[in-house]
């Protein structure tokens, strides 16, 4: 295996640079260190018990998933306080038990009262549960909107008042900042969710209820909050990885992007100035989330070899179609070239893959695999 | 397991339901042996073998596949005759011959000289190939454009004469039906499919080159076309399943639609008239072909319980966004009801899933579940 280089590897394939992932890692980290607030990572960009071990370094262990399936698979990795961060159905209560029973904190959000009264009952039956009650900050997905939060105090005082349930906080995800192209237009969404995470904590207080954990958070925000007092704790996701998306509305700079797919060449179209590569909509998804700001990414640009402007402009289920604005180099592209892809939306692409053969760019220019880590998809 | 209703099931969860699906069987099955043509069905929509062993019933069980790994599966399934229809390059082909070995006609697909002479020089090895040319009929997508063919007879020459390699003949795939909006136009791009292929044909005959398969097709084109004279075997996919998209562009009626995404409403939101549902981005991809016919089908509408104009307007990673033109009827749809939701495309939907729930709405309205079929994801 450590003799492999990405030329040995079949395609497409998801390549993980470990110097990008490190880099971004420690910035992460740091950056919440220094606003001293925990970073509770959303673990659903990699799914990867070996980047979430190394995201959680300085701090205290505590992560997010978005799906049953991650809370499993990171408590079987030795992870043991995770916020399951979408809103809980009572027919989920079960599979939550059955990891809580073995000693997992796993938490679980919900903004509804019918729902907060389903789990009071579901304690009653001798299991114990921790909860978050959601609150919309502006993103207009889930939780309370703010500042009307109706209902909060009613859902905080059935939770409160169930023996066996913890109220453990509130918590939101400022979502809209990912159409934001500016760090001040960044920044204050960032204001917003702190204000409508901590003005929902002071509420419960003053209610004389308890409110430990104040949580917030996306890559956005959390690369370019100003302040984040009163906040206990923040969940950016994207981070690890970045993409082309994080990239143009500002969250990383270009060198900063860990992840891509490795594709081949399959095909030469010269009449229309195009290649096929073997990455289409399942190697590199049909998410289009960074053609909002730059049309031209397509379905991913070209990073490796250096080419300008190459992007996959359109592509079937297992063909991509790779355009240019200036006429490609075929003949420096043969058929079984490897092009290396940047994603618009990393925690999509990656979701076609079962495993990342990592390189590091530190190391040989990131030529040779030195390891290979695998992930959880499904629910 | 017989006792299970799709109420049990885990949600995000994929279903299909059998009587549609063994009517699309049946309909194109006997739509070809009509027109004297083998069905080569394109089993990359299903990827299961469950599904394929009954595609096949009345045909001669040759199959289509879109990936290696899709290769390996069906092999292993039983499947002996199996082209492999994404354009071959030569690090693929030790995987070719692997199969080959083992007794499976694992045929390959190229339109290009270079690759022509690599499979020549692979075969000098002892190996043995069977090789389709793929001919462009005008999707504009892998194959040489009809009716140039700049190159044709160089390459069908460089197989044929090559020991330990036949030149099979010659395919296409008129992926430009899948943008056409009445049977007529289909028809038309059907008519266009044949005489390319057909055309390719005549020319390596005329050249005294054997072309056995002439092999044609996708479901818009073969539902509508009007003469498959000249052609040997028709690779139709997404037929088995069908879908919002082609159900617009009438390929199918709406009650033709086999597979349904089964999700759970997970939070209420009456001051923007939305619910959220817990199958998102992940669960039902972002695939928006059917939009181009009409926007309001979003990421996919809601088919049961049955409501008006209820579709997933919007989507992240795991939250479903839920809208409809009329007020949304939240008593009736409670945090934890279930619906199900019909995709836009359901070969890059179901990649999501390792399995299909089985139901059977001939047999108690599709409640039970009577069956659990897996499938093959990844390269």
């Given amino acids: 295996m450590l003799t492999q280089t990405i030329d040995d590897l079949p395609t497409p394939a998801l390549i993980v640079d470990r110097a990008i992932l490190d880099r971004n890692l420690e910035r992460m980290s740091e950056r919440m260190r220094h606003a001293g607030v925990m970073l509770r990572p959303h673990v659903k960009t990699a ?8 995201a959680v370094v300085g701090h205290d262990g505590r992560i997010t998933v978005s799906t049953l399936a ?35 904190n796993l938490r ?17 039956g001798g299991d114990t549960f921790s909860v978050l009650i959601e609150i ?19 859902i905080a005082r059935v939770l409160h008042d169930a023996p066996g349930v913890e109220l453990a906080g509130v918590m939101t995800h400022a979502g809209h ?4 192209s500016t760090p001040d237009d960044i920044a204050a969404v960032a204001a917003q969710e702190r204000q409508a995470v901590v003005g929902a ?27 984040l007092s009163g906040i206990t704790e923040m969940r950016p996701g994207v981070y690890v990885f970045n993409d082309l998306d994080q990239q143009l509305i500002g969250s990383c700079g270009a060198g900063d992007l860990a992840l891509s797919v490795l594709a081949s060449v399959i095909g030469h179209y010269p009449h229309r100035n195009q290649l096929l590569v073997d990455a289409g909509a399942l190697a590199l998804s049909k998410d289009i989330s960074a053609q909002e700001f730059r049309r031209e990414v397509g379905y991913g640009t070209i990073v490796e070899p250096p080419a300008k402007d190459m992007a996959v402009v359109d592509c079937s289920q297992e063909h991509g179609f790779v355009g240019a604005a200036e006429p490609i180099p075929f003949g420096n592209l043969p058929i079984g070239a490897r092009l290396r892809i940047l994603p618009n939306h990393a925690c999509i692409t990656a979701a076609g893959y079962d ?7 530190a190391l040989d220019g990131g030529r040779s695999v030195v390891d290979v880590w695998d992930r959880i998809n499904g629910w």
């Fill in 177 to 180: 900042s990912y159409h934001q």
């Fill in 47 to 54: 799914k990867s018990i070996e980047v979430a071990r190394k």
């Fill in 201 to 227: 904590a002071e509420k419960l207080e003053a209610a004389g209820l308890p409110c430990p954990i104040v949580s917030a958070g996306s890559t956005p925000t959390a690369v370019h909050s100003r302040d």
């Fill in 70 to 104: 991650e809370a499993r698979y990171f408590a079987q990795g030795g992870f043991k306080d995770i916020l399951y961060g979408v809103g809980i159905v009572p027919s989920k209560l079960a599979a939550v038990s059955e990891l809580r029973r073995l000693g997992i």
């Fill in 355 to 361: 495993r990342y053969y990592v390189v590091d760019s």
């Fill in 108 to 124: 679980v959000v919900t903004d509804n009262l019918p729902v907060a009264q389903a789990i009071a009952a579901a304690a009653r």
């Fill in 136 to 154: 919309d900050s502006g993103a207009g997905r889930a939780g309370l909107p703010w500042p009307e939060v109706p209902g909060l105090l009613d």
